[in-house]
């Protein structure tokens, strides 16, 4: 399709092989903001889902939606394949839910790895239950329209960050963190590093030799050397 309004777009070819992506499971979305200079990761959205998922790792499979309607979510589930995650720009609409219990199991069924929503769901008791990654901004019982417009596999923004299909998704209790295809590699490397760092720090500190001289040197540099 080629109308703008309902474009369904191609699906980039993947940014890392999945071994490779995999190992994103390993590291926080807190660390990985951490190597992204702390400047990307979206805002506003929390987990509906148990507190005991696995961190949802996979590739984004992005819809802009028009609010409050999901014609072309119901497309994307169709076309998902195993570990994508399903990120929809509702415009942060809260006024009716874009998904549920029945297009949670379908997408589950099909093998995707979560959704993120900016906008509502509904089913929310069923949501806290399981296991299926589900980011969203907030809850809403009345149901969505199935009219369209909307589009598949084009840029997005969520909760303040641009997200493309193809970009790598991380979502854990902290939050939901998307990394650039075309940065995945680097920032995979830099994660796990500041991940072993992390767990050398925990090590120190159970053995009470954990220092922090930056602090002192960092009071010293803003006060020219005043402070004690």
């Known amino acids: 399709m080629s109308s703008i309004g309902f474009r369904i777009c191609e699906r980039p070819a993947p940014a890392l092989p999945t071994d490779a992506l995999a190992q994103f499971a390993q590291v926080g979305s807190a660390q990985i903001s951490d190597c992204m200079g702390r400047l990307y990761g979206v805002v506003g959205l929390r987990p509906m889902h148990s507190v005991n998922a696995p961190r949802m790792v996979g590739v984004a499979l992005t819809v802009k939606a028009r609010p409050g309607d999901n014609l072309m979510i119901?497309?994307?589930?169709?076309?998902?394949?195993?570990?994508?995650?399903?990120?929809?720009?509702?415009?942060?609409?809260?006024?009716?839910a874009l998904v549920g219990e029945l297009m949670m199991m379908d997408a589950e069924q099909r093998g995707a790895a979560g959704f993120v929503m900016d906008g509502a769901v509904r089913d929310a008791d069923t949501f806290a239950r399981n296991d299926f990654p589900c980011f969203a901004r907030g809850v809403s019982h009345r149901g969505p329209y199935k009219d369209g417009p909307g589009e598949i596999n084009v840029p997005v923004c969520i909760?303040?960050?641009?997200?493309?299909?193809?970009?790598?998704?991380?979502?854990d209790a902290d939050g939901v963190v998307v990394i650039?295809?075309?940065?995945?590699?680097?920032?995979?490397?830099?994660?796990?590093?500041?991940?072993?760092?992390?767990?050398?720090?925990?090590?120190?500190?159970?053995?009470?030799?954990?220092?922090?001289?930056?602090?002192?040197?960092?009071?010293?540099?803003?006060?020219?050397?005043?402070?004690?």
Do not use: F
């Open 159 to 171: 909760g303040g960050q641009v997200v493309c299909a193809g970009d790598i998704v991380v979502g």
């Open 74 to 96: 119901h497309k994307a589930i169709s076309m998902a394949q195993a570990g994508d995650v399903i990120v929809v720009d509702g415009a942060g609409d809260l006024t009716n």
């Open 180 to 228: 650039p295809a075309a940065m995945a590699q680097s920032v995979l490397i830099s994660a796990l590093q500041k991940e072993a760092d992390e767990e050398r720090i925990k090590e120190t500190i159970r053995a009470g030799t954990y220092a922090k001289p930056w602090v002192d040197a960092t009071i010293t540099e803003k006060t020219g050397g005043a402070a004690k």
